[in-house]
């Protein structure tokens, strides 16, 4: 090696060790501003599907969702309108709007016809979920449940609510509750 070519070499090489030391620090993340957490108000009662989460309520069920701030919680009644479950507002630690893309049952069977059934794999839809985590200081119960909902208006919509009626606070695409 030359003694033209080293200083070119040492300077790659401080260069190389300097980028590595900053790429690998630690980062902060930042809260997001606050902003209204509602963009359109939601409705009190809604369609929902049970996904399942909650103790002692195992199976999927249809029925509907409502926002009962008369008693500061989230309830949820099967087709017949009996009560099944409720979760307090103060309870909920986090929530979040997921939406995942699925294939029907029908596209699955029509998928399996030879030849003809190839158009129907590419089927999808678009489910919707609200997911909610929860810790309930009466009972020491804690978990994670979810609900399936129409569409994407409804979802945002009730996110937003219930987020705000929870005292819940927006770190990204999802709402927390901040450790006081």
């Known amino acids: 090696m ?14 190389l060790v300097f980028s590595v030391a900053f790429a690998q620090r630690p980062r902060t993340l930042k809260d997001d501003p ?33 926002l009962d701030d008369a008693n500061n919680r989230l309830v949820f009644r099967d087709d017949k309108q009996k009560e099944r479950m409720s979760i307090p507002y103060k309870s909920i630690s986090g929530a979040y709007g997921d939406t995942h893309s ?17 158009p129907a794999g590419f089927i999808k839809t678009k489910v919707r979920y609200l997911t909610l985590q929860f810790n309930d200081p009466d009972s020491n119960a804690s ?27 927006k770190r990204g695409d999802v709402f927390i509750r901040k450790k006081e």
């Open 2 to 15: 030359t003694n033209q070519k080293l200083p070119f070499f040492a300077g790659c090489f401080i260069l």
């Open 34 to 66: 606050p902003t209204p957490a509602r963009t359109t108000p939601a409705p009190s009662t809604f369609k929902a599907k049970y996904e399942g989460g909650v103790f002692g309520h195992p199976n999927k069920m249809n029925g509907t969702l409502t």
């Open 102 to 118: 699925v294939r029907p049952t029908a596209a699955t069977v029509a998928s399996a016809v030879p030849l003809y059934g190839i």
């Open 143 to 169: 978990g994670v449940t979810s609900f399936r909902l129409e569409n994407q208006e409804i979802l945002e919509s009730v996110l937003g609510t219930l987020a705000t009626n929870a005292g819940l606070t």
